[in-house]
């Protein structure tokens, strides 16, 4: 199935992208509130494997918000790809790097965000959602525990970032709008309806038409289930945590001279099974 935020609203997206209000097929059984189904997540999945799709709307581009707007957690990690590691000029992690975001910077899939006052760098990223918490989650286990996937941008102001040791990394990707995930949640098994494997995803971005990032996310040093054992070793997931996964090469900051954002530049991210997002950066 496909999940979306359709102007403050849970929905359910048929094949032509077309919206199924939930609250009303489900008969008010579940609420339109997106961000609470997460705490539902087996019961929801059960009735959405059924729900009748007809009455289907048409939904404007503009409409969609961020398909977790309130994750109890954010987590993001570091350095998750050999490429991008390289080109900071680090060495590979042995142990996943983390970090964490601030809900407070979450946005949707399209619209503009105000530039801060650094150097804003774009990261392309798959977003895991978590469907089912837990502490301790085998690595075996960890897909039953991902309510699907997302996209997202960890959009960075460098000079805040870097601003004395050690780096600030949650303060500098965390403005307003620093955040965007969407257009929709996809399952897992919707991606393997499609021929696609959740573990080998193509994502990207575009600044002005230019590609400036492309991936496969089987590239990942640290893969998605790995990732949640590694956390749910420490802390306990949470229903509708969302995890960031790490971005390929390709970042403003590792090109020579370095690239970064500008009033008026139009951002356009991608993932194969997923969508896409479309952002404007506007001046302060």
């Known amino acids: 199935m496909r999940l979306a935020n359709v102007a403050g609203r849970l929905v359910l997206l048929d094949p032509d992208g077309k919206a199924v209000d939930v609250e009303a097929a489900s008969g008010g059984r579940f609420g339109p509130d997106p961000q609470a189904v997460y705490a539902r997540w087996a019961e ?31 987590f993001a990690i570091g350095l998750n790809y050999r490429d991008h590691a390289d080109e900071s000029g680090f060495d590979q992690p042995t142990e996943p790097v983390v970090f964490t975001k601030y809900a ?12 801060s006052p650094g150097d804003v760098d774009w990261e392309v990223e798959l977003v895991a959602v978590v469907g089912v918490g837990g502490h301790d989650i085998a690595e075996a286990d960890a897909w039953d525990h991902v309510a699907g996937f997302s996209l997202g941008q960890d ?21 307003p709008g620093f955040s965007p995930v969407g257009p929709c949640l996809v399952t897992l098994d919707e991606l393997r309806a499609a021929g696609l494997d959740p573990s080998d995803l193509e994502l990207g971005c575009l600044v002005n038409g230019e590609s400036v990032q492309k991936g496969r996310t089987r590239d990942m040093i640290f893969p998605v289930p790995t990732i949640i054992a590694r956390l749910s070793a420490i802390v306990t997931l949470l229903p509708g945590d969302a995890i960031f996964t790490g971005t390929p090469a390709g970042v403003g900051m590792g090109r020579t001279p370095p690239r970064f954002l500008q009033a008026g530049d139009e ?6 099974g997923i969508g896409e997002m479309r952002h404007r950066f506007v001046a302060p």
Do not use: H, N
């Not at 407070?104 to 530039?115: A, E, N, V």
């Not at 460098?158 to 780096?167: D, E, M, S």
């Open 155 to 175: 959009i960075s102001d460098r000079v805040t970032q870097f601003a004395a040791p050690p780096a600030q990394f949650g303060l500098g990707k965390s403005y």
């Open 267 to 272: 951002l356009v991210t991608w993932c194969t």
């Open 44 to 74: 929801f999945g059960e009735w959405a494997a059924t729900a009748p799709l007809d009455g289907a709307v048409p939904v404007a581009d503009d409409e969609f918000d961020a398909v977790v707007p309130r994750p109890p957690q954010v």
């Open 104 to 115: 407070s910077s979450f946005t949707g899939p399209r619209g503009d965000i105000t530039l």
